[in-house]
């Protein structure tokens, strides 16, 4: 496969659940052997919302606090 060819890469990953070493292997080997066979593209990565600490229903903005329940 010729990886020149790809301006960008989208990284959606889903984890099974786990411990932290599972969902490391996951997101962050993922995203590190992306960079590394995809070297000209853009990596964009996609995520949860678990990290915010809203609650309550209401909305999550970039500039909403980082507050996670849990590691993983």
């Known amino acids: 496969m010729e990886t020149e060819a790809f301006d960008a890469v989208i990284h959606c990953a889903s984890s099974r659940g786990g411990d932290a070493e599972a969902y490391r292997q996951i997101y962050f080997e993922g995203a590190r052997n992306l960079l590394n066979n995809f070297p000209p593209a ?24 980082t507050k996670p329940l849990r590691e993983t």
């Open 42 to 65: 853009k990596i964009l990565f996609t995520s949860s919302t678990s990290v915010y600490a809203q609650r309550d229903g209401s909305w999550v903005t970039e500039e909403s606090e």
